[in-house]
């Protein structure tokens, strides 16, 4: 049998990391909507989910743990922060390399397309990652009822 105190560490944890894992992807269409209202314009920071990557991190580790006490979403957690993080850090490997990040290369052609497309993918995978997040959370809630 669980302890209680385990169940409120492992809700806890879950709800904390689901937050801390959308940010990154909630924060930029929220400040660019605010944005839009103010100048006419849409402009979004899509750098800005790279930019909160230790937010990111700390809600996934979070969400790890809170999957390995609960025994529940354990894979599809682990997989996708790994796919997120290492997505994230090739990105930055290609564009040292091409010389994007140090401004020796001229930011077009396939180095900037590649580059563009690791960050994607790495929001592709924090959105699985806080998606899984929601699913454990209503299997914690669920298997008690919605008490704490």
């Known amino acids: 049998m669980e302890s209680a105190a385990r169940r409120v560490l492992t809700k806890g944890l879950a709800m904390a990391g689901t937050v801390l894992v959308w940010l990154p992807i909630v924060a930029p269409l929220v400040f660019s909507v605010s944005r839009l209202a103010q100048v006419r314009a849409l402009h979004i920071d899509y750098l800005m989910p790279a930019e909160l990557f230790p937010v990111a991190l700390v809600g ?3 969400l790890l743990a809170a999957a390995l006490l609960a025994h529940s979403h354990r894979a599809l957690i682990g997989g996708s922060l790994a796919v997120a993080v290492g997505l994230l850090l090739a990105g930055m490997v290609i564009a040292v ?5 140090s401004g020796a ?6 180095p900037v397309v590649l580059v563009a497309s690791t ?3 790495y929001a592709a995978g924090l959105v699985v990652l806080g998606v899984a997040g929601v699913a454990l959370l209503r299997r914690l809630f669920a ?3 919605g008490s704490p």
């Open 60 to 62: 996934g580790v979070a």
């Open 143 to 145: 298997d008690e009822g």
């Open 97 to 101: 390399v091409t010389g994007l990040a």
């Open 105 to 110: 290369a001229e930011p077009t052609g396939w």
């Open 119 to 121: 960050l994607v993918a």
